[in-house]
């Protein structure tokens, strides 16, 4: 992972500052122009009232891998709708990774799916992005 990439380095700028991915233990294993990869451990607090993974946390592992994906062409970008399918349940301990791809990017929309695996590589969860391109860079000094 090259962290002198715009894409590192628009990463840097909203992981400092997104105390939330950083509170459920958000793990960047990397980083490219329309596509990211994190990677989470569950842990107790994550469980819901069937001892598994609340389907918000692998939500927001997901949504925070879009927001990544997205973004990391430079420009600012937000979402504007998304949809998740659980697939499998996520046990305490368990890890989940999150794998973002863009499928489309045009002048002011992006359409990503994520893909979340388990440590033995078995999908868990589907989702699929739509993301509005504002057209504000990142870095409006080095434009």
Do not use: A, E
């Given at each position: 992972m090259d962290k002198e990439s715009e894409s590192y380095?628009?990463?840097?700028?909203?992981y400092d500052?997104?105390?939330f991915s950083k509170?459920?233990?958000m793990q960047l294993k990397s980083i490219e122009k329309g596509s990211c990869v994190l990677q989470l451990n569950v842990n107790d607090f994550m469980l819901n009232g069937f001892s598994i993974a609340h389907g918000g946390i692998s939500y927001s592992l997901c949504d925070s891998a879009l927001a990544f994906a997205a973004n990391s062409h430079g420009t600012q970008c937000v979402s504007i709708e998304t949809s998740i399918s659980h697939v499998r349940p996520v046990p305490q301990n368990g890890i989940m990774t999150a794998t973002a791809r863009e499928l489309h990017k045009g002048k002011t929309t992006g359409i990503y799916e994520v893909t979340v695996t388990d440590e033995n590589?078995?999908?868990i969860a589907l989702f699929k992005g739509t993301v509005?391109?504002?057209g504000k860079s990142w870095f409006p000094d080095n434009d």
């Open positions: 380095r628009v990463f840097k700028l909203m500052h997104d105390p509170h459920l233990g590589n078995k999908t509005y391109n504002t």
